[in-house]
């Protein structure tokens, strides 16, 4: 049975280290992630990049893979979390590990940046360890000083966005782990005349693998024209 916890917004068990497409200039990033996993001292990671860049995957993939390795840990999507009661944060330092995802959602509530700080001095002191993803690096000024303070001795890393040229490769990789079979010709079909931003034509793609199973044909050019139609 699972140990990670029940907070009340939902988590996708589908994301694991293994299904996030990554190129060899997020590789290192990866790897420090897969090696931390594992460790039993904590290590605290603030990890920023551009938005859709994969960061709620990634914290995500890293709270599935404590789960699987029967380790106890959280995942807090703080668009949802900050309209709760920032107490949510005590007594976190008990688990393996705490994903919280939206660093930049605290900037505007202090009660929320105390309740944050608290908490990382209480993981310095047990052997939770915190990741938290940013759509920002790391700015002078968003929070208090103490925090701020905290935050800098994180190891900090930028994840980055799937460039262009690796978004066919992205798909076709996504695509296999879902069982979605997708030919070339359907990818450079999509890439070329769909939106270039890799989240959204997932997303595309996991409809027209469901139309697809619904109507019993294989997925081609031609049957992506005519669902594109329907879909829009």
């Known amino acids: 049975m699972s140990k990670q916890l029940i907070f009340p917004f939902d988590s996708d068990q589908y994301p694991k280290i293994n299904n996030f497409f990554y190129s060899s ?41 404590y789960s699987a390795n029967g380790r106890k840990s959280i995942y807090i999507p703080m668009a949802k979390a900050i309209n709760m009661q920032a107490n949510m944060l005590e007594n976190l330092n008990d688990l393996d590990a705490v994903c919280i995802d939206d660093f930049t959602k605290f900037y505007h509530s202090t009660e929320w940046q105390i309740a944050f700080f608290n908490l990382i001095n209480q993981c310095v002191l047990s052997k939770c360890s ?69 989240n959204k034509l997932f997303l595309l793609i996991k409809e027209i693998d469901l139309l697809s199973a619904q109507e019993k044909r294989k997925i081609t050019v031609p049957f992506v024209k005519e669902m594109l139609k329907r879909i829009n």
């Open 25 to 65: 200039n997020n590789e290192v990033l990866i790897n420090i992630i897969k090696d931390s996993i594992c460790a039993d001292n904590n290590e605290n990671f603030f990890i920023y990049g551009e938005r859709d860049s994969g960061k709620s995957f990634l914290l995500q993939a890293i709270c599935n893979e």
């Open 130 to 198: 915190l990741y938290v993803s940013s759509d920002e690096g790391i700015s002078e000024g968003v929070v208090f000083t103490d925090l701020m303070s905290r935050i800098k001795k994180m190891h900090v890393y930028e994840v980055k966005k799937i460039a262009d040229g690796e978004l066919s490769q992205a798909l076709k990789f996504c695509a296999e782990r879902n069982g979605i079979n997708l030919n070339n010709e359907v990818i450079n079909y999509l890439t070329t005349r769909e939106t270039r931003i890799f």
